[in-house]
């Protein structure tokens, strides 16, 4: 039969239909008045039965059509001989329809349609309006019927489908948001220590080293006391660091902020071919700088990836004298950086754009500058510069 997984109630109804058929021979068998109608009906019968219980028909759509026209021929050769097997055309139409393509369903209803009419007739029954109507208005019945449920079927499919979906991505989602989440924090939590508790500590012995050349010749147990204090501030100043250290995101753990970055370039499936280059002489950067740096780069590829349909881009690390520089270029779609930052002001984000406020922000907020230049068409670059720390005053 149908070779598609359906419903229990599906099962039921085709279930309904089987006994359907099998009574209607039982009344043509019942009302024969030969033995070569009651041998066709059994003949059907068995046709009938050997279809529903076979494994193949249920397997291949090939033995189900084969079946089936084995089993409008025994009905044909039934309904020559009693106009009683008219009325098995009904649930024959219902056959068709499951078993068929709809190309082949439709014509092969309306030929059904067409024997029952011509068998009623071949009998030399009364001509009447009815006789017409009748199987005509059940071969439209089933039709409208077994169409009807096949486009309410693959709706439900398809509504199934988008609601799995729906939790899937629901799911991922929120372990996205939870490791975003966690990850912010642990930044927060870095660029605190490292703005007020690291950068305390280092203007304080910035103070006690003014304070130990100010102090006069002779005076031995100050002297000793600020170099007490000085070494005290030292060591919480490690002790700072390394809490830095432990709170930096994961793919910095692993070593430098070059390694990340040609770690993020590995990861990416191309399309985009994505491809890391390192310009000058590599420096050790403070702990927000390579964060900020190594975000703004994620952010910028994750967008290549999600909106510009590119085939290449590229990563470039610059080291140079007085600044540390990132650029993030594609040959993508591109977009009008003026719509960014239109709708930047408005609170709002467009597909080009989304995440570029807060790739500015990043950069800012070092002290550094970023630039997008873009045109529909056109590919994108994102440029990103940062002062070197003061000496002093550093990480």
Partial sequence: M??????????????????????????????????????????????????????????????????????????????????????????????????????????AVGATAGAAIAGFLGHGERLTAGAFIGPLLGAGVAVATVLGYEALYRESERRRALIEELVATRAELADAERTAGTLAERERLAREIHDTLAQGLSSIQLLLRAAQRALPDGSPAAAAHIEQARATAQDNLAEARRFVHALTPPDLERGSLSGALERLCSSVAAPPEVRFTVSGTPAELPTPYEVALLRIAQSAVGNTLRHARARRAEITLSFMDTVVALDVVDDGSGFDPGAEHTAARNGRAVDGGFGLPAMRSRAEALGGTFAVESAPGQGAAVAVTLPYPDSEGGA
């Fill in 2 to 107: 149908d070779v598609r997984p359906h419903s229990p109630v599906v099962v039921t109804l085709r279930l309904c239909l089987y006994a359907l058929f099998a009574g209607l021979l039982v009344l043509a068998a019942a009302r024969a008045h030969g033995p070569a109608t009651v041998s066709a009906a059994l003949g059907t019968g068995a046709v009938f039965a050997w279809g529903v219980l076979s494994p193949a028909t249920h397997r291949s759509r090939r033995a189900a059509a084969v079946w089936l026209a084995a089993l409008c021929a025994a009905w044909l050769v039934l309904l020559a001989l009693s106009p009683e097997a008219l009325w098995a055309a009904f649930p024959l139409y219902f056959l068709q329809l499951h078993l068929l393509p709809v190309r082949w369903s439709l014509p």
